[in-house]
């Protein structure tokens, strides 16, 4: 995938480098999951009412994707063909299953807001098409690259999203951090629209949609220019 | 070619076995080391419900200074001579876990919903002090059937009416509760 002119020193470990990052940053920008690919819609539209819940079911797919491809990538070579996906649906299912506990227990005022869509974490496509088309075939170092960097790039997509919708309906940036990261984050919250100028489609569902198509206009507009553009599905 | 299929099955089976057993380990170990920290936060979430339905921030203190909540079926006496007791119905999505406040001629004081896994967006007409939970306020028990329908949650309003329905005749058939 690395052209052969990128590579002035030739050496392997060069080479090697090159594919890494390129595992990485294909997931981010031009494989984004989110806006180029349209996967993973689903918890994408129904969280992002606000920056805070974005950010939590974030770092949870971004757990377990990451955790999930590490695994595969590990057993790669134990497992036949036919073992494969039970086994693979069983580590998503372990590390999602985790995820909640965890949340559950340390996050609970945050947890109770956006349960449902942590649990369905499991049944997301992304995590599933990585693990199997990606980190069943590589090296574990590459394989968790690309888990990185497809959360990362699902990430953004679910913060920009958030944050959007969070000036436009409720009039402020980061409310609420303090479910995440403690009290000391209770003042975080910035309010750039007085109430009376709130748009409360914003945060309903069908806000999620027109805001949803509208950015992804615009990032497919960005990606698309870029010269070394073409995006190719793996 | 058949004994290389017999073994890669067994040795497919056998790596899938090893995973499931490492996996259940590995939950059955972090269940353990959070199931204190959940229940703890379950509580408090349970008792500032409480207080918010019921007008009073010492509930939680004057509760014999026991952070646990009352088990389904064995409602507490509030000191003013209220009744508050949860009860589990069986929703569309799953059970919803009621929080039920009485007043002491019989009547409902307040119900509030403590968790439940409804359709997000249908469903959750329930969560918190929506009008729609208003109305239980000082109906008694017979008057059930007034709650109004809500379309596309039938199942929703029929199990709020059931649950709250049959908490109230739970504690009629008891006689004597626990004094807080």
């Known amino acids: 995938m690395s052209t052969s002119g990128n590579t002035p020193g030739n050496t392997l470990a060069s080479a090697v480098a090159i594919t890494a990052s390129h595992a990485f940053s294909e997931g981010v920008i031009t494989r984004n999951t989110a806006w180029v690919q349209m996967l993973g819609l689903c918890p994408l539209l129904a969280v992002s009412n606000s920056m805070v819940s974005s950010l939590g079911l974030a770092v949870a797919s971004a757990f377990v994707l990451v955790s999930s491809a590490l695994l595969v990538s590990l057993l790669r070579r134990q497992l036949p063909d036919f073992a494969r996906l039970p086994a693979i649906m069983l580590i998503i299912a372990g590390a999602t299953t985790l995820t909640v506990m965890l949340l559950e227990a340390f996050a609970f005022d945050l947890y109770s807001r956006i349960a449902l869509f942590v649990q369905i974490i499991v049944t997301n496509c992304v995590i599933l098409g990585r693990a199997e088309a990606f980190a069943s075939k590589n090296p574990v170092i590459l394989a968790v690259l690309d888990a990185a960097g497809t959360a990362v790039g699902f990430a953004i997509a679910l913060i920009s999203l958030g944050a959007v919708r969070e000036v436009i309906g409720s009039g402020t940036l980061l409310a609420g951090m303090d479910t995440l990261f403690g009290p000391t984050a209770a003042d975080w919250t910035i309010t750039i629209l007085p109430t009376d100028l709130n748009m409360l489609i914003a945060v309903l569902p069908p806000g999620a949609f027109i805001i949803a198509g509208l950015l992804l206009a615009l990032a497919r507009a960005l990606i698309t220019n870029k010269p070394t553009g073409e995006t190719h599905a793996q | ?180």
């Open chain 2, 1 to 180: 070619m058949n004994a290389t299929t017999g073994t890669n099955l067994l040795k497919g089976m056998a790596v899938l076995v090893i995973l499931a057993g490492i996996i259940i380990g590995a939950l059955d170990y972090v269940h353990e080391a959070t199931a204190d920290r959940i229940e703890v936060h379950q509580n408090r979430a349970f008792w500032a419900l409480a207080e918010e339905l019921a007008g009073d921030s010492t509930l939680h203190e004057s509760a014999h200074g026991s952070a646990s909540r009352p088990e389904i079926g064995k409602p507490v006496r509030l000191k003013d001579g209220r009744l508050l007791g949860s009860t589990s119905t069986a929703g569309y999505g799953g059970d919803i876990e009621l929080l039920i406040l009485l007043n002491p001629d019989g009547s409902i004081g307040g119900v509030r919903t403590v968790r439940h896994a409804e359709t997000p967006g249908i469903g959750d007409f329930i969560q918190g002090a929506t009008p729609w939970m208003g109305q239980f306020r000082s109906l008694h028990s017979g008057q059930l059937d007034f709650i109004d329908g809500r379309t596309g949650a039938t199942i929703t309003v029929n199990a709020m009416r059931r649950g709250v329905r049959g908490f109230i005749s739970t504690v009629s058939s008891q006689e004597s509760e626990p004094t807080l």
